[in-house]
C-alpha cells in the first residue's frame, strides 16, 4: 500500500476518456482471469470497488477503510497482468483479513507494513506460476521468508526500529518517529518547528522534551544531537530547521489513503464493514466450492483463512484485551465509592475504582517462554497498555527475581528486554511465589505499588493459590494453564494462526 506524502494536496491533472476507458479494461482483464484460474480468488477480487486516479500522492495502489482500492495511474500502466493480478489480490486481502480493526493501539505505519509482509508471503507461496502471479518489484522489499506463517501482529514486533532498514523512506521514516511521540512531545517539537528553531523560543523544559522527540526519529536522519538542545551550537539548529521546514510537523496530516478513511467512520460503520467481508468471504467460498469440491480444494492459506469463519474463536490477542480493560483505572466499580448519579436515581450505585498505580509486568526469563512467545505478548501488551497512558512496573523472574523496573511509558518495556542484561537464566528454574514475596518486601516499596499484574510463563511452575497474590493478577501462558483449582483468570497464548 501507498502512504501519503506530506504536504499541500496538488492540482490532479485529467486524462483522456480513452486512457481511462483501456486501463479498466486491463482491470477487468487481470479479474476476469481471476476468476477463470481460481473461483475462489476472482470471486474476492470482483467484490473489490477499484478507482483510478492520477493524484500524484498515490504512487502505487492503495486500499482505504471504505474498502476502495485506489490505483496510480502511472503504476497501473506499467504492471504487467502477472502483477496486476497480485496488486488485486494484494489489496483484497487486506480488507479479507481485518487489517484495519486489528491495527487496534498500533502505529499505523508499521501495522500497514507489517500486514503487507504477510499478505506479500500469502501470495509469493500460491500454487500458481510466477506467469501468471508475481508480485511487481516495489512490493517485493515487503517480502521476506523469515516471516512465513507468521501473523501481521508477530511481524510488527520483530520490524526493525529504524524502517530505512527495510527501504523505505526518509519520510515515511520521519512519520514512523512522530507516531511514537507522546503527547508532550509533540507539543514541544512542534513549537520548536513553529518558531525555526530559534534558541530563545522555548524554556529549558520544552527543549528537552522536544530533545527526547527528536530521538525518536533515527540518528542518520536527524544527526547526532548534544547533551541538551538549549546549549545547543547554530550548526545544529541549521540542520534540524532543514530536515522540519516550518509548515512540517506533528500538527501537519502524515496520513495515509489506507487508514484515513477508517478513522473518519463511527464504530456501527467498521463494524458494518467487517461484516460485509466476512459475508464476502463465506461468498467466495461457496461460488468456488459449487458441485462436488470440498474446502480441500481451496488454496492452503484460503483453507486456514476460512477456518475461524466456519469455526469461528476469539484470538488470544482479544482476549488479552479484554481482560486487561476489565482491570484498567475507571473500568471497574465498586459500592463502597457511590457513583455520582446514585443521588439522581435515588439508589446507591457503584462508583469507579481510581486504580492510578503502574500495572505489574512479571516476565518468566527462565528460558521456558521463547522469543516468538515473548515477542509476541509484549508487541500486544504494549499496545495496550499505550492506549490507556499507563506506568508499568517490569519484574523478571525466574527463581528469584532479577529485576524490578519503573518505566513510565509503556513503550520502553520492550526497549528495556532488548537492552538491558535481563539474567536469561534458561535453566535455572522457575517460581512465581518470589514474585509474591518481592512485592511485598521492604525494597518493593521505593518504587510505586501495582495496581494490577500480567505473569508471563510457560505454565510448567509450581502454581500458588490466586488468592496468595497482593493483587488481582491475569496470568498467560504459552504452554500449560493453571489447573481451575488454583483460581487463576489465565489464557493461553496460541501462536501460528493464520493472520495477514
Known amino acids: 500500500m501507498n502512504p501519503l506524502e506530506p504536504g499541500t494536496p496538488q492540482a490532479v491533472p485529467k486524462s483522456s476518456a480513452a486512457d481511462l476507458t483501456t486501463l479498466k479494461a486491463r482491470l477487468f482483464r487481470a479479474r476476469a482471469t481471476l476468476v477463470e484460474a481460481s473461483p475462489f480468488l476472482g470471486s474476492l477480487v470482483l467484490k473489490l470497488p477499484l478507482l483510478i486516479t492520477e493524484d500524484p500522492r498515490v504512487t502505487t495502489a492503495c486500499v482505504d477503510g471504505r474498502g476502495i482500492c485506489t490505483f496510480g495511474k502511472d503504476f497501473l500502466q506499467a504492471l504487467g497482468l502477472p502483477a496486476l493480478r497480485s496488486v488485486l489480490l494484494h489489496e483484497a486481502l487486506h480488507l479479507a483479513l481485518d487489517a484495519f480493526p486489528r491495527c487496534g493501539a498500533r502505529k499505523p505505519l508499521r501495522w500497514n507494513i507489517a500486514h503487507d509482509f504477510a499478505i506479500n508471503q500469502l501470495i509469493d507461496e500460491s500454487d500458481f506460476g510466477r506467469d501468471f502471479l508475481s508480485l511487481p518489484e516495489v512490493f517485493k522489499p515487503l517480502l521476506d521468508p523469515h516471516f512465513k506463517g507468521l501473523p501481521a501482529e ?11 532498514e527495510l527501504g523505505l523512506s526518509d519520510a515515511d521514516c520521519l512519520r514512523d518517529g512522530i507516531e511514537h511521540m507522546s503527547r508532550e512531545e509533540k507539543v514541544a517539537l512542534g513549537k520548536a518547528i513553529l518558531n525555526a528553531f530559534n534558541p530563545g523560543a522555548l524554556d529549558p523544559e520544552e527543549w528537552a522534551s522536544a530533545r527526547v522527540a527528536l530521538e525518536r526519529v533515527p540518528g542518520r536522519i536527524r544527526g547526532e544531537l548534544p547533551p541538551s538542545l538549549a546549549e545547543g551550537d547554530a550548526a545544529i539548529f541549521d540542520r534540524l530547521r532543514a530536515l522540519f521546514p516550518v509548515g512540517f510537523g506533528p500538527g501537519v496530516s502524515f496520513g495515509d489513503l489506507w487508514f484515513d478513511a477508517w478513522t473518519a467512520l463511527t464504530e456501527a460503520e467498521r463494524e458494518a464493514l467487517r461484516e460485509s467481508w466476512r459475508e464476502k468471504l463465506l461468498e467466495a467460498a461457496e461460488q468456488a466450492l459449487k458441485g462436488d469440491k470440498g474446502i480441500g480444494h481451496l488454496p492452503g492459506w484460503a483453507q486456514k483463512l476460512l477456518g ?9 490477542q482479544a482476549k488479552l484485551a479484554q481482560k486487561i480493560h476489565g482491570h484498567l483505572k475507571g473500568r471497574r466499580r465498586t459500592f463502597s465509592r457511590p457513583g455520582r448519579r446514585s443521588h439522581a436515581v435515588g439508589a446507591v450505585l457503584p462508583g469507579p475504582i481510581k486504580d492510578r498505580g503502574p500495572v505489574g509486568v512479571f516476565v518468566d526469563v527462565s528460558g521456558s517462554v521463547g522469543p516468538a ?30 529485576e524490578d523496573l519503573f518505566l513510565e511509558h509503556p513503550e520502553d518495556v520492550r526497549d528495556a528486554i532488548q537492552q538491558r542484561s535481563l539474567a536469561f537464566k534458561r535453566g535455572g528454574g522457575t517460581d512465581p511465589r518470589c514474585v509474591i514475596e518481592h512485592l511485598e518486601s521492604p525494597e518493593a516499596l521505593d518504587l510505586p505499588p501495582v495496581s494490577f499484574g500480567v505473569l508471563l510463563t510457560d505454565g510448567y511452575v509450581p502454581w500458588p493459590d490466586a488468592t496468595d497474590w497482593p493483587i488481582d493478577l491475569l496470568v498467560v501462558c504459552s504452554a500449560a494453564l493453571p489447573e481451575p483449582h488454583y483460581g487463576y483468570d489465565a489464557l493461553r497464548l496460541e501462536l501460528g494462526e493464520l493472520h495477514g
Request: aromatic share 8%.
Open 154 to 164: 508477530d511481524i510488527y514486533a520483530l520490524l526493525p526500529k529504524d524502517l530505512g
Open 308 to 316: 475461524p469463519l466456519l469455526n469461528p474463536h476469539i484470538p488470544w
Open 373 to 402: 512467545e515473548l515477542g509476541a505478548f509484549m508487541g500486544e501488551l504494549v499496545g495496550i497498555l499505550q492506549n490507556a497512558d499507563l506506568p508499568v512496573r517490569l519484574i523478571t523472574w525466574d527463581a528469584a527475581v532479577q
